[in-house]
């Protein structure tokens, strides 16, 4: 029998500062990049404060013991951010700092595109569009079993293009799914170009509110924001709801930010001495 | 392989017994024995018999509407929290439309899910939409798949049992509704990887499953009053498939013809023609299904004759292969013996 842990939201990240987390959050993403000579650090920095928010206040996880019962799942269905889960991750205690120079190389357990088969990641997410699904499902036998425990799917706005989701979406409000919570990251960029331009998925909020969720419209950069909603969300009242993050590509590094062409950034030591000297003042040694 | 003659219900003159809603009931009693399963349908619930379950068991059982990709995501779903979910729709609609979920949500993490895809290949009536004659050709190249090819009430009824104890993703086709009783409920039993002999013979092996068997045995008898003797292998196990009892039985004829509720390319008799291969077997051989063309909107008898399926043009294939393909005349007293297969007009109204 494993030991009975009490699981805390953010773990032994908790009662640190986010600030800090969030810098070492972005150091692992550099890292993992720089190991790999490249990675989708674009996404990994505009989804920064919202995992953030997640992974070191909102999860009640166990990096002990990946299949405790008692966790809340977290389910990455744009399963390329994967670097962003790793280094939230990491900085938990649950995966070793060494795995952060594997990143998508050969036999690394930290695959470019998360799979199940890395332990402690949920769902295989590369085939955009059926997380949501897995989601509803894991929030279904959540109900029949009476847990505690919430689901929470991370999702793409390039995602929403997918039929699936729609699917998704109206089960999950046909069926109340209100331990149900998912985060859409809207940076509005697809591999073609701006998603408005290439198949326009606005109205999103009204769509979702019409499919029967509570939604919240947020700054996703913005980590007031995030943490107010990610509050806002816990308590259920019948129907699953979705956060709604808006986001900017490459957040907060100069050469990145806002930028249309960095879905798969080409990466080395130099470009993370230079990011890391915009979020630092001292040049992104430890103060 | 095992050699079952004696649990042959049909001698080519007798009525067989039918059963109702074989794989329902078997499913509903599963759900009594385990609190573990659950039931997912995208719509056609009574169709897919699912309704026995629903009755008895509602809060486990989950209607999905129309949305057959998100079916499958959400059973794989519940199956990562120990649920133990059968998803069952028409067998065209589970495998086409959600046949990356399939993949990707299912197979790939090697989840615990039952799909179920009724009404195969020429059992249904629908036309090219309805009719699935390349599931089995899509599901065999699936990574960690079982596939059963349900052939009567028997297997219909072991099924939902021989699923469930079963760990990993598995894909059982089946006919729905009335179903004969060819194989006697008290000798059979439904194994993975394993072959059925059901007659033993040395001019043609005729090698089957699913709704096929029950012409094959028709076969077999037309071919026996005109002298010539046939083995009938049943293949219920798809995959894994019983390659020694193949090799075996291929090897004890002269020549080796299949059969197909589905399209010759992928399905039973590709998976045949490889394991002789594999296994150096070379003998005459053909393969009798739906040729590389859509079936139409039309009755199962109808189908049946025009994909050259029925008892006596299987008969007449055997005697063809054996014969160097040449042309033969069909003798005046070949006629399909015993009872017909089921109509699916006939299994609607039911």
Redo the contacts between chains.
Sequence with gaps: MAKQVTLIPGGKAANLPLEDLLLDYKRYIFQMSEAAGSGYIAQGLCSAEVMAGLFFRTLRLDPQNFENPDRDRFLLSVGHYAISVYAAMVKLGCYSKDLLDTYSFDDSIFEMIATETTPGIEISGGALGQGLSRGVGVALAGKLKNASWKTYVYMSDGEMQEGQVWEAAMVAGNHKLDNLITIVDVNGMQVDGRIEDVSNIEPLADKWKSFGWNVVVINGNNLNEVLTSLEMVQQPNGKPSIIIANTVMGNGISFLHGKTDVHYVKWNKELSDKALSELTPAGGKKA | MKEIMNAVMYNGTNELEKKMKSYGNSLASLGEKHEDV?CLTADLTSILEVDIFRDHFP??F?P??M?E??M????????????V?FASTFACFLTRRGY??I???IA??QLNVKLTGLMPGISSVGGASHQAIDDIAIMRAVPNMKIIDLADATESAIAPQLAYETQGPVYIRLRRGLLPVLFDPKQYKLEWGQSYLLRKGTDVCIVTSGLMTENALAAAMILERNGVSASVLHVPSIKPIDEEGIVEAAASCRAVLTLDNHSIIGGLGSAVAEVLMDHKVSRPFKRLGIPDQYGKAASMAYLSRLFELDPDQIAHNSVALLEGNKKITVSANWEPGGEKTTGWEMEWKN
């Design positions: 659950v809060n486990r989950f999905m509407g949305a990709q998100n499958i995501g959400t059973a794989a779903g519940l199956a990562q929290e120990n649920q979910p990356d979920q993949v990707n949500s790939y993490p």
